[in-house]
Protein backbone atom coordinates (compact mmCIF):
# COMPACT_ATOMS: atom_id res chain seq x y z
CA UNK A 1 0.00 0.00 0.00
CA UNK A 2 2.68 2.62 0.77
CA UNK A 3 4.27 1.95 -2.54
CA UNK A 4 1.25 2.64 -4.40
CA UNK A 5 0.60 5.61 -2.44
CA UNK A 6 3.91 6.88 -3.33
CA UNK A 7 3.78 5.70 -7.08
CA UNK A 8 0.79 8.16 -7.35
CA UNK A 9 2.74 11.43 -9.38
CA UNK A 10 3.73 8.86 -11.90
CA UNK A 11 0.35 6.94 -12.34
CA UNK A 12 -1.16 10.29 -12.88
CA UNK A 13 1.16 11.16 -15.08
CA UNK A 14 0.57 8.01 -17.14
CA UNK A 15 -3.14 9.23 -17.21
CA UNK A 16 -2.85 12.06 -18.11
CA UNK A 17 -0.06 11.53 -21.22
CA UNK A 18 -0.92 12.01 -24.43
CA UNK A 19 -4.49 13.40 -23.49
CA UNK A 20 -3.86 16.80 -22.58
CA UNK A 21 -2.41 19.01 -25.00
CA UNK A 22 -2.12 22.64 -25.25
CA UNK A 23 -4.66 23.40 -22.39
CA UNK A 24 -6.85 21.41 -23.98
CA UNK A 25 -7.96 17.82 -23.34
CA UNK A 26 -7.64 15.34 -26.36
CA UNK A 27 -9.19 11.44 -26.02
CA UNK A 28 -10.15 10.31 -29.27
CA UNK A 29 -13.18 7.78 -27.39
CA UNK A 30 -15.22 10.90 -25.96
CA UNK A 31 -14.88 12.77 -29.04
CA UNK A 32 -18.45 12.38 -30.60
CA UNK A 33 -20.18 11.99 -27.73
CA UNK A 34 -22.65 14.46 -26.69
CA UNK A 35 -24.45 12.90 -23.27
CA UNK A 36 -27.84 14.55 -22.26
CA UNK A 37 -27.38 13.12 -19.03
CA UNK A 38 -24.64 10.75 -17.59
CA UNK A 39 -25.10 7.66 -15.25
CA UNK A 40 -21.62 6.68 -13.30
CA UNK A 41 -21.84 2.60 -11.78
CA UNK A 42 -18.73 1.54 -9.47
CA UNK A 43 -18.61 -0.36 -6.13
CA UNK A 44 -16.37 0.87 -3.09
CA UNK A 45 -13.51 3.10 -4.05
CA UNK A 46 -14.52 3.63 -7.73
CA UNK A 47 -17.87 4.28 -6.83
CA UNK A 48 -16.49 7.22 -4.39
CA UNK A 49 -14.60 8.40 -7.31
CA UNK A 50 -17.87 8.46 -9.20
CA UNK A 51 -19.26 10.95 -6.83
CA UNK A 52 -16.67 12.97 -7.29
CA UNK A 53 -16.89 12.98 -11.12
CA UNK A 54 -21.00 13.96 -10.79
CA UNK A 55 -19.08 17.21 -9.15
CA UNK A 56 -16.48 17.61 -12.18
CA UNK A 57 -19.49 16.78 -15.04
CA UNK A 58 -22.09 19.22 -13.20
CA UNK A 59 -19.77 22.16 -12.36
CA UNK A 60 -17.26 21.65 -15.34
CA UNK A 61 -19.57 21.06 -18.26
CA UNK A 62 -23.04 21.43 -16.97
CA UNK A 63 -24.04 17.68 -17.85
CA UNK A 64 -26.68 16.11 -15.04
CA UNK A 65 -24.94 13.45 -13.87
CA UNK A 66 -26.14 10.10 -11.67
CA UNK A 67 -23.98 8.25 -9.61
CA UNK A 68 -25.26 5.16 -8.25
CA UNK A 69 -23.20 1.89 -6.32
CA UNK A 70 -23.77 -1.02 -9.08
CA UNK A 71 -25.21 -3.44 -6.60
CA UNK A 72 -28.27 -1.32 -6.01
CA UNK A 73 -28.73 -0.22 -9.57
CA UNK A 74 -28.88 -3.80 -10.46
CA UNK A 75 -32.32 -4.49 -8.64
CA UNK A 76 -34.14 -1.37 -9.13
CA UNK A 77 -36.91 -0.36 -12.01
CA UNK A 78 -34.87 2.07 -14.35
CA UNK A 79 -36.62 3.64 -16.37
CA UNK A 80 -35.83 4.28 -20.37
CA UNK A 81 -33.83 7.86 -21.35
CA UNK A 82 -32.52 8.71 -24.46
CA UNK A 83 -28.68 9.51 -24.73
CA UNK A 84 -27.39 8.68 -21.19
CA UNK A 85 -23.67 8.05 -21.47
CA UNK A 86 -23.78 5.36 -18.98
CA UNK A 87 -19.87 5.18 -17.17
CA UNK A 88 -18.33 2.12 -15.51
CA UNK A 89 -15.55 2.72 -13.26
CA UNK A 90 -13.56 -0.29 -12.26
CA UNK A 91 -10.11 -0.65 -11.38
CA UNK A 92 -10.34 -4.51 -12.25
CA UNK A 93 -12.71 -4.81 -14.63
CA UNK A 94 -14.11 -7.65 -13.82
CA UNK A 95 -16.21 -6.36 -10.71
CA UNK A 96 -19.22 -8.70 -10.81
CA UNK A 97 -21.89 -6.15 -9.65
CA UNK A 98 -20.35 -3.57 -12.06
CA UNK A 99 -20.53 -5.77 -14.82
CA UNK A 100 -24.13 -7.33 -14.49
CA UNK A 101 -25.04 -3.16 -14.28
CA UNK A 102 -23.58 -2.82 -17.73
CA UNK A 103 -25.67 -5.60 -19.22
CA UNK A 104 -28.58 -3.91 -18.21
CA UNK A 105 -27.49 -0.46 -19.22
CA UNK A 106 -27.35 -2.16 -22.56
CA UNK A 107 -30.45 -3.91 -22.88
CA UNK A 108 -31.53 0.35 -21.77
CA UNK A 109 -29.58 1.57 -24.99
CA UNK A 110 -27.45 3.82 -22.75
CA UNK A 111 -24.24 4.69 -24.61
CA UNK A 112 -21.29 2.44 -22.73
CA UNK A 113 -17.74 3.86 -21.38
CA UNK A 114 -15.70 2.30 -18.76
CA UNK A 115 -12.85 3.43 -16.94
CA UNK A 116 -10.05 0.62 -16.01
CA UNK A 117 -6.90 0.13 -15.20
CA UNK A 118 -7.07 -3.56 -16.43
CA UNK A 119 -6.53 -3.88 -20.28
CA UNK A 120 -8.47 -6.62 -22.22
CA UNK A 121 -10.59 -6.48 -18.64
CA UNK A 122 -14.39 -8.31 -19.18
CA UNK A 123 -15.77 -4.42 -18.62
CA UNK A 124 -13.27 -2.89 -20.99
CA UNK A 125 -14.51 -5.54 -23.74
CA UNK A 126 -18.27 -5.09 -23.18
CA UNK A 127 -18.19 -1.73 -23.39
CA UNK A 128 -16.31 -1.19 -26.46
CA UNK A 129 -15.21 2.18 -25.79
CA UNK A 130 -13.15 3.51 -22.53
CA UNK A 131 -10.32 5.09 -21.22
CA UNK A 132 -7.55 3.13 -19.49
CA UNK A 133 -5.87 4.41 -16.54
CA UNK A 134 -2.54 3.25 -17.09
CA UNK A 135 -1.90 3.47 -13.13
CA UNK A 136 0.50 0.36 -12.97
CA UNK A 137 -0.63 -2.82 -11.16
CA UNK A 138 -2.03 -1.97 -7.87
CA UNK A 139 -1.67 -5.01 -5.46
CA UNK A 140 -2.59 -3.70 -1.67
CA UNK A 141 -6.56 -4.52 -1.39
CA UNK A 142 -7.10 -1.41 -0.27
CA UNK A 143 -7.35 0.84 -3.46
CA UNK A 144 -4.70 4.25 -3.92
CA UNK A 145 -3.37 4.96 -6.61
CA UNK A 146 -6.73 4.05 -9.24
CA UNK A 147 -8.67 6.02 -7.39
CA UNK A 148 -6.49 9.13 -8.22
CA UNK A 149 -6.28 8.47 -11.40
CA UNK A 150 -10.20 7.78 -11.92
CA UNK A 151 -10.56 11.25 -10.29
CA UNK A 152 -7.96 12.41 -13.01
CA UNK A 153 -9.74 10.17 -15.50
CA UNK A 154 -12.78 12.05 -14.68
CA UNK A 155 -11.66 15.71 -14.32
CA UNK A 156 -10.34 15.65 -18.19
CA UNK A 157 -13.35 14.06 -19.34
CA UNK A 158 -15.67 16.97 -17.65
CA UNK A 159 -13.03 19.61 -19.33
CA UNK A 160 -13.63 17.57 -23.03
CA UNK A 161 -17.15 18.12 -22.23
CA UNK A 162 -17.29 21.38 -20.88
CA UNK A 163 -14.66 22.40 -23.30
CA UNK A 164 -12.89 24.11 -20.35
CA UNK A 165 -9.01 24.71 -20.18
CA UNK A 166 -7.27 22.20 -18.75
CA UNK A 167 -3.73 23.04 -18.29
CA UNK A 168 -4.09 22.89 -14.32
CA UNK A 169 -4.17 19.47 -14.60
CA UNK A 170 -0.79 19.31 -15.62
CA UNK A 171 0.88 20.30 -12.37
CA UNK A 172 -1.16 17.34 -10.35
CA UNK A 173 1.76 15.16 -10.53
CA UNK A 174 3.97 17.79 -8.72
CA UNK A 175 1.33 18.89 -6.39
CA UNK A 176 0.81 15.41 -5.09
CA UNK A 177 4.69 14.81 -4.72
CA UNK A 178 4.70 17.73 -2.25
CA UNK A 179 1.99 16.35 -0.29
CA UNK A 180 3.68 13.23 -0.09
CA UNK A 181 7.11 14.57 0.97
CA UNK A 182 5.60 16.79 3.84
CA UNK A 183 5.20 15.41 7.34
CA UNK A 184 1.63 17.09 8.12
CA UNK A 185 0.45 13.23 8.49
CA UNK A 186 3.34 11.88 10.99
CA UNK A 187 2.60 15.09 12.97
CA UNK A 188 -1.25 14.47 12.96
CA UNK A 189 -0.51 10.75 13.99
CA UNK A 190 1.93 11.39 16.74
CA UNK A 191 -1.12 13.97 17.93
CA UNK A 192 -4.42 12.49 18.00
CA UNK A 193 -6.81 12.60 21.04
CA UNK A 194 -5.46 9.18 22.20
CA UNK A 195 -2.05 10.72 22.49
CA UNK A 196 0.02 7.02 23.53
CA UNK A 197 -1.84 5.81 20.95
CA UNK A 198 -0.14 2.51 19.72
CA UNK A 199 3.15 3.88 21.01
CA UNK A 200 4.15 1.21 22.80
CA UNK A 201 1.56 -1.88 23.00
CA UNK A 202 -1.88 -3.03 21.73
CA UNK A 203 -2.64 -2.74 25.24
CA UNK A 204 -2.75 0.92 25.48
CA UNK A 205 -5.33 3.14 24.96
CA UNK A 206 -6.69 2.75 21.29
CA UNK A 207 -8.25 5.25 18.95
CA UNK A 208 -11.92 3.90 18.60
CA UNK A 209 -13.38 6.32 16.32
CA UNK A 210 -12.80 8.95 13.27
CA UNK A 211 -15.79 11.13 12.09
CA UNK A 212 -14.98 12.54 8.72
CA UNK A 213 -16.59 15.13 6.99
CA UNK A 214 -16.85 17.40 3.65
CA UNK A 215 -18.94 18.99 1.46
CA UNK A 216 -19.74 18.89 -2.49
CA UNK A 217 -16.88 17.95 -4.01
CA UNK A 218 -15.12 16.86 -0.66
CA UNK A 219 -18.05 14.92 0.70
CA UNK A 220 -16.65 11.65 -1.42
CA UNK A 221 -12.86 12.46 -0.34
CA UNK A 222 -14.55 11.95 3.15
CA UNK A 223 -16.40 8.91 1.91
CA UNK A 224 -12.60 7.40 0.36
CA UNK A 225 -11.01 8.33 3.75
CA UNK A 226 -13.58 6.43 5.87
CA UNK A 227 -13.35 3.24 4.00
CA UNK A 228 -9.47 3.26 3.73
CA UNK A 229 -9.33 3.88 7.85
CA UNK A 230 -11.77 1.19 8.36
CA UNK A 231 -10.09 -1.25 5.72
CA UNK A 232 -6.60 -1.47 6.88
CA UNK A 233 -6.50 -0.03 10.58
CA UNK A 234 -9.87 -1.70 11.63
CA UNK A 235 -11.11 1.14 13.53
CA UNK A 236 -14.83 2.82 12.78
CA UNK A 237 -15.25 5.50 10.80
CA UNK A 238 -18.01 7.58 9.76
CA UNK A 239 -18.52 10.00 6.80
CA UNK A 240 -20.91 12.35 6.73
CA UNK A 241 -21.66 15.66 4.39
CA UNK A 242 -20.22 18.19 6.85
CA UNK A 243 -24.41 20.03 6.68
CA UNK A 244 -26.08 17.00 7.97
CA UNK A 245 -24.41 16.55 11.26
CA UNK A 246 -26.98 19.05 13.09
CA UNK A 247 -29.32 16.31 11.87
CA UNK A 248 -28.38 13.65 14.36
CA UNK A 249 -24.26 12.93 14.08
CA UNK A 250 -23.39 15.60 16.48
CA UNK A 251 -24.31 13.13 19.55
CA UNK A 252 -21.46 11.06 18.35
CA UNK A 253 -19.19 13.96 18.99
CA UNK A 254 -16.76 13.71 22.04
CA UNK A 255 -13.26 14.92 22.96
CA UNK A 256 -11.74 11.13 22.28
CA UNK A 257 -13.29 11.44 18.37
CA UNK A 258 -11.17 13.31 15.90
CA UNK A 259 -13.44 14.81 13.76
CA UNK A 260 -11.26 15.68 10.05
CA UNK A 261 -12.84 18.51 8.24
CA UNK A 262 -12.53 18.27 4.62
CA UNK A 263 -11.88 22.30 3.83
CA UNK A 264 -9.44 23.06 1.24
CA UNK A 265 -13.01 25.13 -1.11
CA UNK A 266 -12.14 28.57 -1.63
CA UNK A 267 -15.92 29.16 -2.07
CA UNK A 268 -16.76 26.99 1.50
CA UNK A 269 -14.32 29.00 3.84
CA UNK A 270 -17.57 30.75 5.69
CA UNK A 271 -19.46 27.42 5.83
CA UNK A 272 -16.75 25.45 6.77
CA UNK A 273 -15.65 27.34 9.55
CA UNK A 274 -19.04 27.23 10.54
CA UNK A 275 -18.88 23.63 10.45
CA UNK A 276 -15.51 23.66 12.52
CA UNK A 277 -17.17 25.89 15.18
CA UNK A 278 -20.28 23.18 15.56
CA UNK A 279 -18.14 20.67 16.58
CA UNK A 280 -15.17 21.97 18.69
CA UNK A 281 -17.95 24.16 20.89
CA UNK A 282 -19.40 20.54 21.67
CA UNK A 283 -15.95 19.54 22.75
CA UNK A 284 -14.57 18.12 19.55
CA UNK A 285 -10.91 18.19 18.35
CA UNK A 286 -11.38 19.44 14.82
CA UNK A 287 -8.36 18.46 12.07
CA UNK A 288 -9.06 21.23 9.54
CA UNK A 289 -7.66 19.82 6.05
CA UNK A 290 -7.28 22.88 3.69
CA UNK A 291 -5.31 24.35 1.05
CA UNK A 292 -2.01 26.88 2.28
CA UNK A 293 -4.00 29.97 1.30
CA UNK A 294 -7.06 29.54 3.23
CA UNK A 295 -8.28 30.32 6.76
CA UNK A 296 -10.64 28.39 8.20
CA UNK A 297 -11.70 29.99 12.06
CA UNK A 298 -13.15 28.47 15.01
CA UNK A 299 -11.03 26.53 17.45
CA UNK A 300 -9.04 23.51 15.86
CA UNK A 301 -6.82 20.53 17.00
CA UNK A 302 -4.76 20.37 14.20
CA UNK A 303 -4.56 21.45 10.76
CA UNK A 304 -3.32 19.45 7.69
CA UNK A 305 -1.89 21.98 5.11
CA UNK A 306 -1.78 21.33 1.30
CA UNK A 307 -0.28 23.62 -1.23
CA UNK A 308 -2.47 26.09 -2.68
CA UNK A 309 -4.26 24.32 -6.16
CA UNK A 310 -7.24 24.69 -8.02
CA UNK A 311 -10.08 23.35 -6.33
CA UNK A 312 -11.00 20.57 -8.71
CA UNK A 313 -7.36 19.27 -7.93
CA UNK A 314 -7.40 19.81 -4.10
CA UNK A 315 -10.04 16.86 -3.27
CA UNK A 316 -7.19 14.21 -5.12
CA UNK A 317 -4.42 16.18 -2.65
CA UNK A 318 -6.35 15.99 0.33
CA UNK A 319 -7.80 12.28 -0.31
CA UNK A 320 -3.59 11.27 -0.31
CA UNK A 321 -3.23 12.92 2.41
CA UNK A 322 -5.48 10.23 4.44
CA UNK A 323 -4.56 7.00 2.34
CA UNK A 324 -1.44 8.14 4.32
CA UNK A 325 -3.51 8.14 7.80
CA UNK A 326 -4.74 5.07 7.16
CA UNK A 327 -1.49 3.35 6.62
CA UNK A 328 0.11 5.06 9.41
CA UNK A 329 -2.67 4.10 11.96
CA UNK A 330 -2.79 0.57 10.83
CA UNK A 331 1.19 0.54 11.17
CA UNK A 332 1.13 1.86 14.51
CA UNK A 333 -2.06 -0.52 15.51
CA UNK A 334 -0.64 -4.12 14.13
CA UNK A 335 2.70 -3.81 14.94
CA UNK A 336 2.40 -6.61 17.24
CA UNK A 337 0.64 -8.49 15.81
CA UNK A 338 1.26 -10.82 12.64
CA UNK A 339 -1.28 -8.41 10.13
CA UNK A 340 -0.83 -8.02 6.41
CA UNK A 341 -1.91 -4.66 5.99
CA UNK A 342 -2.10 -5.52 2.34
CA UNK A 343 -4.48 -7.92 2.65
CA UNK A 344 -7.53 -6.94 5.30
CA UNK A 345 -9.22 -9.85 6.91
CA UNK A 346 -12.20 -11.07 4.81
CA UNK A 347 -11.02 -9.00 1.76
CA UNK A 348 -10.68 -10.12 -1.73
CA UNK A 349 -9.01 -7.35 -4.69
CA UNK A 350 -11.37 -8.22 -7.11
CA UNK A 351 -15.57 -9.01 -5.97
CA UNK A 352 -16.03 -11.26 -9.05
CA UNK A 353 -19.42 -12.52 -6.93
CA UNK A 354 -22.83 -10.91 -6.84
O1 LIG B 1 -12.05 -3.38 -9.19
P1 LIG B 1 -13.13 -2.42 -8.79
O2 LIG B 1 -12.68 -0.99 -8.82
O3 LIG B 1 -14.39 -2.62 -9.55
O4 LIG B 1 -13.45 -2.80 -7.29
C1 LIG B 1 -14.53 -2.21 -6.61
C2 LIG B 1 -14.33 -2.30 -5.11
O5 LIG B 1 -14.37 -3.63 -4.69
C3 LIG B 1 -13.01 -1.65 -4.70
O6 LIG B 1 -12.94 -0.33 -5.17
C4 LIG B 1 -12.81 -1.65 -3.19
O7 LIG B 1 -13.79 -0.88 -2.57
C5 LIG B 1 -11.44 -1.10 -2.87
N1 LIG B 1 -10.41 -2.06 -3.19
C6 LIG B 1 -11.32 -0.66 -1.47
O8 LIG B 1 -10.10 -0.06 -1.21
Given amino acids: ?36 RIL ?17 FEDISGIPTEVETAS ?11 NVLAIFISQSGETADTITSLLKCRDLGYDLFTITNSVCST ?11 YAGKEVSVASTKTFTSQATILLMMACYFGKAEADYISKIPELIKEVLEGNEIDDLVDSLPSRAMYASGPSLQTLEEVIFLGRQSMYPVALEASLKLKEVSYINSQAYPSGEIKHGPLALITEDTPVILFAAQNNLEKKNSSTSSEVSLRGGE ?7 NQQITGKKFAEVVMPDCNDYVAPILSVIFFQLFALRVAIRKHQFENINIDKPRNLAKS ?3 E
Fill in 1 to 36: MEKEIFEQPDSIRRAIRGRLKEGKIKIPSIEKIYPD
Fill in 40 to 56: IIGCGTSYHAGLLGKYY
Fill in 72 to 82: EFNYRSVPKEE
Fill in 123 to 133: LAREAGKGIYQ
Fill in 286 to 292: VVIVRKS
Fill in 351 to 353: VTV
